[in-house]
């Protein structure tokens, strides 16, 4: 199993901007997650997903959608990238259900510079 | 609303002396509190979990941790440093409001010395 893969690990983008980060997982796990993290802050979650076809926000979506068309990928896109964007982001993804004890296995990140 | 805090931005340690990594933590509920590790350029790797039962929890890479209800407390121990285990250290609780989500703490940086 190649895990939670996520692309590209680098970018740069100019204000304004719009891209799309990419996370893939090949585990049929139901739950996949975005967080961003920033120097002193931990990770915070961005949007997260409990199955194909559902997603809803999480503690700072503002700037981000989401989209789950199918149970591997979950990408997050950026419509319009601003510098406060700047950070690393993370995929996680885990088994599902309504437990509460899964352990949610991380992707290698992403960092996205916005100039 | 859950809150995690790890009062130390920073641990210095000698390789072969124990360590800790605090965390306290702030729940609504039963607490399911986690571990996780990232190294540089790294994501996050799972260390551990506790989730009911015995307090002292057993992880990977000889990492364990103690539950205190009492204390609300979470910290990670190992008996002796490795140089390899310098890295950032995330303690996290489950959140409620978001699924299966974490809030996590604002990470620890261990460096084990020579």
């Known amino acids: 199993n190649a895990g939670v893969t996520q692309t590209p690990k680098f970018q740069v983008l100019k204000t304004g901007q719009s891209m799309t980060l990419q996370c893939a997982q090949d585990m049929n796990h139901e739950y996949m997650s975005w967080y961003r993290q920033d120097p002193g802050m931990g990770l915070r979650l961005i949007h997260y997903?409990?199955?194909?076809?559902?997603?809803d926000q999480g503690e700072v979506p503002n700037g981000y959608n989401v989209s789950r068309s199918t149970t591997e990928d979950f990408p997050l896109r950026l419509l319009s990238a601003a510098p406060s964007q700047t950070s690393v982001y993370f995929c996680a993804s885990s088994y599902g259900g309504s437990s509460y004890t899964d352990t949610q296995y991380f992707g290698p990140g992403t960092r996205l510079t916005v100039l | 609303a859950q809150s995690v805090a790890q009062p130390e931005d920073q641990v210095n340690v000698a390789e072969g002396n124990p360590l800790t990594v605090k965390c306290t933590y702030s729940v609504s509920g039963n607490p399911y509190l986690f571990w996780y590790v990232q190294y540089p350029n790294r994501g996050l790797q799972f260390l551990l979990k506790?989730?009911?039962?015995?307090?002292l929890v057993k992880g990977s890479y000889g990492f364990e941790a103690e539950f205190n209800k009492s204390q609300t407390s979470f910290h990670l121990k190992k008996p002796s440093a490795l140089v390899s285990d310098s890295a950032l250290y995330f303690c996290?609780?489950?959140?409620?409001?978001?699924?299966?989500?974490?809030?996590f703490g604002p990470g620890t940086r261990l460096s084990v010395l020579p």
């Open positions: 997903s409990v199955g194909a076809g559902i997603t």
């Open positions: 996290a609780v489950r959140d409620g409001n978001y699924g299966q989500n974490f809030v």
């Open positions: 506790y989730i009911t039962g015995d307090n």
